[in-house]
């Protein structure tokens, strides 16, 4: 089983930048695919970003490309989210989570772990 923790999150304005950290215990998830998602109040899960195992490969959604950047530490089994030039409409609980497949990797039941989530906040 794996346990997945997310950290980082807070209350900032716009254009601040954050980084969300994702610590992964119980099992190794250094062969995993790990994605970044987000759910704002009243609205359905989003894909944010997802790196392959090795790192070499990143996704990302259209409205957080070349502001968001993801990035893993296999050996502290650890993903980040490095966020930029924040908006309102960042504004959401992200958890983080990992996945067996490398295809597919926009897709919430792709995954097979999530961690509680922590909230973002951008004010205007």
């Known amino acids: 089983q794996v346990q997945l923790v997310e950290s980082g999150g807070g209350s900032v304005q716009t254009g601040a930048s954050l980084r969300l950290s994702c610590a992964a215990s119980?099992?190794?998830?250094?062969?995993?695919?790990m994605g970044w998602f987000r759910q704002a109040l009243g609205k359905e899960r989003e894909f944010v970003a997802a790196?392959?195992?090795?790192?070499?490969?990143?996704y990302y959604a259209d409205s957080v490309k070349g502001r968001f950047t993801i990035s893993r530490d296999n050996a502290k089994n650890t993903v980040y989210l490095q966020m930029n030039s924040l908006k309102p409409e960042d504004t959401a609980v992200y958890y983080c989570a990992t996945s067996t497949t490398t295809y597919s990797v926009r897709d919430p039941p792709r995954y097979d772990h999530w961690g509680q989530g922590t909230q973002v906040t951008v004010s205007s």
């Open positions: 119980g099992r190794t998830v250094s062969r995993t695919t």
């Open positions: 790196i392959a195992w090795s790192g070499g490969t990143t």
